[in-house]
């Protein structure tokens, strides 16, 4: 039975040339043209060895074989990375999770190297595998891709140093990159989360929304989370969907932020403002009450007030008009107050003097 090989690298050259080379020694081949479509051919051609590019676009080759040895399906694919920058990169290939390292170098000691490295994967010698770099002696290191691989770290060093979440999507939404901050938010480890369906990370009402910013024919800046709350891993979100065009295929940047604190400040402030106007009202409410039940009551009573011109004599009362008024008359006519008329005992005595009145009851 032949033994399958999955070539994954970005140039058609060497996609060309390993294809027919290993064709004729027998294999059945396929190939894929970076990560992402890797892992998609995974779905329906399950090799025995995989030669895996380590700079590619969507998905390089160091995340590919993350990813594949944390699917266990594939703990027995033997995994084979073939750099072109074996000689200025200290690849520590074991680490990553392959099983062999063969430099890109001359066309006639590369095959050679492929060759050799089989026959070791034939007879199960790993070991002998592990301590070397195939082809490494035949290439030489050179300066401008030294500064290429010395900017392409210190942007991984930033982009994994930042606070907010940074994940790149292909125009049908699924995901090729990821920084650490992302993968903290979304919950999962950059292995579960890379050739994932972005949207497939949300809830059903959250997914329809992120689909139609992704299926939209503009370039146009979008938003989401700040005035509909984005929710995920009881976080609020706010998510920025950046659109750009390359070798004219669509593709997007999200930005992801974790605004949390701020939302639960808002829904704090919020709470307190409602619960203010509640007391508010219920304190309004009862001070109209009061003043109700206080002019319902000031409605019985007058009040007499001021400087009020008596009679030392009769007791009568100057009205403001100059007329002498008496003292009944004039609090029945300013008060609510009505008179009905009795005797003292002390003036009964001096009128009827003795008429014995306790007596008489």
Same mark, same amino acid.
């Given at each position: 039975?032949?033994?399958? =090989? ?33 892992? $998609? ?39 084979? +990375? ?8 200290? =690849? ?125 024919? $503009? ?14 891993? $009881? ?22 932020? $974790? ?50 011109? =008596? ?19 004039? =609090? ?10 009795? +005797? ?18």
């Amino acid at each position: 039975m032949k033994k399958k =090989i999955l070539i994954v690298d970005d140039s058609p050259a060497m996609l060309q040339i390993l294809s027919s080379f290993l064709q004729q020694q027998g294999y059945e081949v396929d190939t894929a043209e970076d990560g992402l479509l890797g892992l $998609d051919t995974l779905e329906s051609f399950r090799p025995d060895i995989m030669f895996v590019d380590l700079i590619m676009p969507r998905i390089n080759g160091d995340k590919l074989c993350r990813i594949i040895r944390k699917m266990p399906e594939f703990n027995q694919v033997s995994l084979v +990375i073939i750099s072109a920058t074996a000689a200025e990169d200290n =690849i520590d290939f074991v680490s990553l999770g392959a099983d062999a390292c063969i430099a890109k170098g001359p066309l006639r000691e590369m095959l050679e190297s492929v060759s050799q490295v089989l026959e070791h994967l034939q007879n199960d010698e790993t070991e002998s595998l592990a301590g070397k770099i195939f082809g490494s002696e035949n290439i030489f290191e050179r300066d401008i891709t030294k500064e290429l691989l010395a900017s392409k770290k210190h942007l991984e060093v930033t982009l994994d140093n930042m606070d907010d979440g940074l994940v790149e999507l292909t125009e049908s939404g699924k995901i090729t990159y990821a920084n650490h901050a992302a993968t903290q938010l979304l919950g999962l480890p950059e292995e579960k989360i890379l050739s994932s369906f972005f949207p497939d990370m949300f809830t059903a009402s959250q997914r329809q929304l992120i689909n139609a910013i992704l299926v939209r024919q $503009d370039f146009t800046i979008a938003k989401i989370g700040e005035d509909v709350p984005v929710i995920l891993h $009881d976080r609020f979100l706010l998510i920025k969907f950046v659109p750009f065009q390359n070798r004219d295929v669509k593709h997007f940047i999200i930005m992801v932020q $974790d605004i949390t604190r701020r939302k639960k400040a808002e829904l704090e402030l919020k709470k307190h403002e409602q619960e203010l106007e509640n007391l508010v009202q219920q304190r309004t409410a009862a001070l109209e009450d009061t003043n109700r039940k206080l002019h319902l009551a000031l409605r019985k009573v007058k009040l007499l007030g001021g400087m009020l011109p =008596i009679c030392s004599s009769c007791k009568k009362i100057r009205d403001d008009k100059g007329y002498w008024n008496q003292i009944e008359v004039y =609090i029945r006519d300013h008060s609510e107050a009505e008179f009905t008329h009795s +005797i003292c005992e002390d003036c009964a005595e001096k009128l009827y003097p003795g008429f014995d009145f306790k007596r008489t009851g």
